[in-house]
């Protein structure tokens, strides 16, 4: 068997370099490129060899990275032209490797070749490729999995037979030539494509770290990366962050980069795709798309083929599933239609899965939310340029605290399809389980629990001592639950004055200092942010509120268990008709659970019925242990709720989404007949809100919001309230949501007055306190 050396040279020197390579490491075989070797001619027992040389930037600070300052003097270390190559041999050997792939030979390539090759594709230009892959790989043992980027992208599926099968199959549904569609598709996929470069991989992340190194220091969930690198030997990785600012995947990226992870190839919409940034990002390994594609069937066959290769070919994979950043803190409705091409990849090829990695990046203070907010109320949202890029860096220049990067479950993708059945609801299971992970990885901020605390008590001024009692009991839930909670020595003393003075210089809080207390309060019209921070925790209360309210309406006879008959419960013992009982009221009260559930399902991400009401039993637990074992009568229940006062979470954590559908649900209302468009609805609705929040009916300022009563706009879509139904049927829909509404936000009412009776006890035992000791 014969040995050939496929020589990737580009110069004089990288010749010399592979050439004494051989003589090193194979005596005897021919160095030649892949142009210079006649492949028929070859016996199928000859092994053929990929090296190419390798040329590493001069070590600084410790790395070899490539700086702007490279970039500006047009200079690129990793490819360094022809007349210095021999000078930096010469001088600087350690820069200067050659390396060779895996060898194949030539019957291996032939059996490849006949499977994987589309019709009219050369023996020679397929082994090239091979060969060029192969080298590649070699690179990466040697500059690490950090530069792992994909190569002869558009040649390896532009000359795929599966390629050319499905251009075939929708040019014969369009009606138009083989060809011209071929055409389309590679051209529309050359326009997205991220032409990666290590050079401008480098120069990126040089570039723009400025955007949030000097705002944020980050922290990451280190455990997890040890097993996503792991999972990442065989697996593709695909990211499903949350996405609150624009930094978002650069935090990432420098988390991954830091543990030398492969850079991930990032999809983003097109509006960001301006210069400078558009050009250095696409080759920096961002995939800029059309934010709607649906209607244009050659786009789609080039996008999911693209994403099929990067799957195929385990690179791994960022997007953000709620298509856009969050406008209110908390996590928007998933975006399926990219989640879908990936899944299509999946299952349609054997052996080939995906490990999807929900992530969750919260930040300490962010400068973004007030021009959110503003879009939130019914605001423009301005286009972003240049001059919008270089605004926004000018505001990174504060320090505004810690980014936390945090990772939920991992999960196969092929498993998850697999489990969810068939039909669209298969997708909607999946990334409903995206986002339920994603919330359960969330870290409760020290900012987020102050915004909680101040939004759900009166609004007034508190001195820290009374904000620090505030926050108390909501710590000691947080510890009870084992969520990931705010570091408590921020949430007192020293801690949390550094928390609010940070809230302070950000705008949201305003702080008095004129009488014998300093005081804070929410500043004026600064609700919906404090709101924005609030929310990005809130998803943590929401079961313990739900169990609240089912419980008042247990004690007050709202619901009950009528279909009991009590005659058929005679042949019982007493101790068996009290068991059936209690059953039976339990099982009512899960129905309630259900209910409430249902009015909130477009604005939380709840578990499936099993997992949901099992998560309510351990939340009945943390009130009362005993509450398998006792009836649940009006005194007992109240009696647990005052013994819980400061840890009632019902009303501060769901009377902004109740207010928010009152409005929406009273408007829909008073239309009556009339004509319902949705856009014409949410506008009236922002001054209706307005209105009712002057007037005390919405006690929640925050609900004053376009985000909020789009959420309850679809609600009322999906309850048959506005659509497609008759009319009757709309109007009865919308009176018994309405009904539905005002009943939650009466026992509101009466979680408040629960809340204000203990806490004027609790104030006249400590008044009581103080005249003992004097």
């Known amino acids: ?163 050319q099968e499905a251009v075939t199959e929708l040019a014969d549904r369009l009606g138009r030539p083989v060809a011209s569609v071929a055409q389309e598709a590679t051209d529309k996929m050359s326009s997205f494509v991220a032409t990666q470069s290590r050079l401008m991989r480098d120069v990126f992340t040089s570039t723009f770290r400025g955007l949030y190194e000097r705002a944020w220091t980050v922290s990451a969930d280190l455990d997890t990366l040890g097993r996503l690198r792991l999972l990442n030997r065989s697996s593709s990785l695909i990211f499903l962050p949350s996405h609150r600012s624009y930094v978002d995947t650069m935090v990432l990226g420098s988390v991954l980069d830091e543990h030398d992870f492969p850079s991930n190839l990032v999809l983003g919409g097109n509006n960001l795709a301006f210069w400078p940034m558009g050009p250095i990002a696409q080759r920096a390994g961002t995939i800029f798309i059309r934010r709607q594609f649906g209607s244009d069937p050659v786009y789609k066959l080039a996008m999911r083929s693209y994403l099929s290769f990067i799957v195929e070919k385990r690179f791994n994979l960022e997007w953000y599933i709620e298509g856009g950043r969050s406008r209110t803190g908390k996590l928007r409705p998933p975006m399926l239609g990219l989640l879908a091409y990936v899944a299509d990849a999946v299952e349609s090829l054997d052996g080939v899965d995906a490990t999807i990695v929900p992530t969750s990046i919260v930040y300490d203070q962010l400068p973004e939310i007030a021009v959110m907010a503003q879009e939130s109320a019914g605001g423009t949202k301005r286009p972003e340029d240049l001059k919008w890029l270089l605004r926004y860096a000018r505001g990174q220049r504060v320090h505004r605290g810690e980014a936390r990067v945090r990772f939920g479950e991992p999960f196969s993708l092929r498993e998850a399809l697999d489990a969810a059945g068939g039909g669209r609801a298969k997708l909607e299971k999946v990334a409903f389980r995206v986002m339920d992970e994603i919330n359960a990885a969330t870290p409760i901020s020290a900012t987020s629990l102050a915004g909680f605390a101040l939004l759900g008590a009166a609004d007034r001024a508190y001195t820290a001592t009374e904000i620090e009692v505030i926050l108390a009991p909501l710590l000691t839930y947080i510890d009870d639950r084992g969520l990931p909670g705010p570091d408590p020595a921020l949430c007192r003393g020293l801690g949390l004055l550094r928390t609010l003075g940070e809230l302070t210089e950000a705008g949201v809080l305003i702080a008095y200092e004129g009488g014998s207390e300093k005081v804070w309060s929410i500043a004026p019209d600064e609700h919906a942010i404090a709101a924005y921070y609030r929310n990005g925790a809130l998803h943590h209360f929401v079961g313990r509120a739900i169990v609240e309210l089912a419980m008042l309406a247990v004690a007050d006879g709202t619901v009950r268990p009528d279909g009991l008959d009590p005659r058929g419960l005679e042949s019982f013992s007493d101790r068996e008709q009290e068991r059936l009982g209690h059953e039976a009221l339990l099982s009512v009260a899960q129905i309630e659970a259900l209910r409430i559930r249902d009015l909130l399902k477009f604005e939380f991400f709840f578990p499936v019925k099993d997992e949901y009401l099992h998560r309510l039993g351990a ?25 819980n006062a400061g840890k009632l979470l019902a009303r501060r954590t769901l009377q902004t989404f109740f207010d928010a559908q009152l409005v929406v649900a009273r408007h829909l209302t008073a239309l009556g007949r009339g004509s319902v468009d949705k856009e014409a609805v949410l506008t009236d609705c922002l001054g209706l809100g307005r209105q009712l929040a002057l007037q005390g009916v919405v006690p929640s300022k925050d609900s004053v919001s376009k985000d909020m009563y789009d959420a309850a706009y679809r609600l009322a879509e999906n309850r048959g309230a506005v659509g497609d139904a008759p009319v009757d049927d709309q109007l009865r829909a919308r009176a018994a949501w309405l009904a539905e509404v005002e009943e939650m936000r009466v026992r509101l009412e009466r979680i408040a007055a629960i809340e204000a009776e203990q806490a004027a006890a609790d104030r006249a035992a400590a008044d009581r306190g103080t005249g003992d000791q004097r």
């Not at 028929?40 to 490539?66: C, F, I, N, Y």
């Not at 990466?140 to 037979?161: N, T, W």
């Not at 398998?628 to 009696?639: K, S």
């Open 619 to 643: 939340e009945l637990d943390l009130i009362s242990a005993e509450w398998r074992e006792v009836e649940p009568t009006r005194e007992w229940v109240y009696d647990v709720l005052f013994a």
């Open 1 to 163: 068997m014969g040995t050939i050396v496929l020589a990737d040279a580009r110069t004089d020197c990288e010749r010399q370099v592979i050439d004494e390579w051989v003589r090193r490491t194979h005596p005897g075989a021919r160095a030649q490129t892949v142009d210079e070797t006649d492949f028929e001619a070859l016996p199928a027992d000859t092994d053929l060899v990929p090296v190419r040389v390798v040329w590493l930037p001069p070590a600084r600070d410790g790395e070899r990275r490539v700086s702007l300052a490279d970039a500006v003097a047009l200079s690129n270390p990793r490819r360094p032209p022809g007349w210095r190559q021999s000078s930096i041999r010469r001088r600087h050997p350690d820069r200067v490797h050659a390396v060779a792939g895996a060898s194949a030979t030539i019957a291996e390539l032939r059996e490849h070749y006949a499977t994987q090759q589309a019709e009219g594709e050369s023996f020679a230009a397929f082994v090239g490729m091979r060969a060029a892959l192969a080298a590649e790989r070699a690179e990466l043992a040697l500059v690490g999995d950090r530069y792992k980027v994909p190569r002869l992208v558009a040649e390896q599926i532009g000359s795929s037979a599966r390629f």
